[in-house]
């Protein structure tokens, strides 16, 4: 072994969305097979990774029952808890979705936000029972790109006031839970 290896305690942390990527772009098929969650933390844990991260619809497709979903969720619990992985941090996926395409937390569409914040206490709550610690926000589209848009000034505040409806959710279920915002200039917006 070198001194190069990772080993559980330097706490090295993978995403399933970047050991699951298939390798697809927007011009060509997938490169690589898709691995189930599953496989994936079997995978890091091979690899001698400390944890694994993940959007709620990394591990939880979008359109599963709720009986897929107990299903999945406890199979994947039983690989960590196989391997002992576990689940730092949690957040959720707001870009993907068709409906995201004005952002979610700062559409313009109250329906829109209203679907977000939903969509983001479920997430909250699967991360937490899956162990996370720290649940982190990445604005992949919210903000805007022109004035015409979406009035920035409108966007600030609705996002704002999701926080703080979140941090109020956080608070009332009791969650032991950190917020993080992963903020990047012009990922994707320009103005997030």
Avoid at 78 to 93: C, E, I, Q, Y
Avoid at 123 to 135: F, N, P, S, T
């Amino acid at each position: 072994m070198s001194n190069y290896t990772p080993q559980p305690e330097h706490k090295f942390t993978f995403g399933l969305w970047t050991v699951g990527n298939t390798g697809r772009d927007p011009f060509g098929h997938p490169t690589r097979q898709t691995l189930s969650p599953v496989e994936i933390v079997h995978l890091l844990a091979e690899v001698g990774a400390y944890g694994v991260n993940l959007h709620d619809n990394d591990l939880v497709p979008i359109d599963a029952t709720s009986a897929e979903r107990n299903q999945i969720v406890k199979d994947f619990k039983k690989a960590l808890k196989d391997t002992g992985l576990v689940v730092p941090m949690a957040t959720t996926n707001l870009f993907s979705d068709p409906a995201f395409k004005d952002g979610a937390l700062t559409a313009n569409d109250p329906k829109v936000r209203a679907y977000a914040l939903q969509k983001t206490m479920n997430a909250i709550d699967l991360g937490v029972e899956l162990g996370a610690k720290v649940y982190v926000f990445w604005g992949g589209r919210e903000g805007t790109e022109t004035d015409a848009a979406k009035n920035p000034l409108d966007a600030i505040k609705r996002m704002r006031a999701a926080m703080n409806f979140l941090c109020d959710y956080v608070r009332d279920q009791k969650y032991k839970l950190k917020f993080a915002l992963e903020a990047k200039p012009n990922e994707p917006r320009a103005f997030a």
